[in-house]
Nanobody
Framework: EVQLVESGGGLVQPGGSLRLSCVASGFTFSTYVMRWFRQAPGKGLEWVATISTLSSNIKIADSVEGRFTISRDNAKNTLYLQMDALSPEDTAVYYC?????????????RGQGTQVTVSS
């Protein structure tokens, strides 16, 4: 059974940082492209970042470019999202997902999400 479990969310002040983790199980993590998405209150699902199997290729949404970093540790079956210079607009539930390929933003499995709230 494919499982993706996010953690690391919480309440942070504007300008602060958080590091999200996503532990994968039930499949060969190192052979899949992975993505992060987020969903803000009252809004649709927004793609955030994509990373290739060996981390050689990365795509980041313009809205978080320069502030967020996606990475992975295939030995630990773990995906990360380092978020710096957070603003209230980054408040959302963040999800990791197993991609269906490099192009586009499709996925076939998604975790339950972790809440990130940026507020003073």
């Amino acid at each position: 059974e494919v499982q993706l479990v996010e953690s690391g969310g919480g309440l942070v002040q504007p300008g602060g940082s958080l590091r999200l983790s996503c532990v994968a199980s039930g499949f060969t993590f190192s052979t899949y492209v992975m993505r992060w998405f987020r969903q803000a209150p009252g809004k649709g699902l927004e793609w955030v970042a994509t990373i290739s199997t060996l981390s050689s290729n990365i795509k980041i949404a313009d809205s978080v470019e320069g502030r967020f970093t996606i990475s992975r540790d295939n030995a630990k079956n773990t995906l990360y999202l380092q978020m710096d210079a957070l603003s209230p607009e980054d408040t959302a539930v963040y999800y990791c997902a197993r991609a269906r390929g490099w192009t586009g933003s499709e996925y076939d499995y998604r975790g339950q999400g972790t809440q990130v709230t940026v507020s003073s």
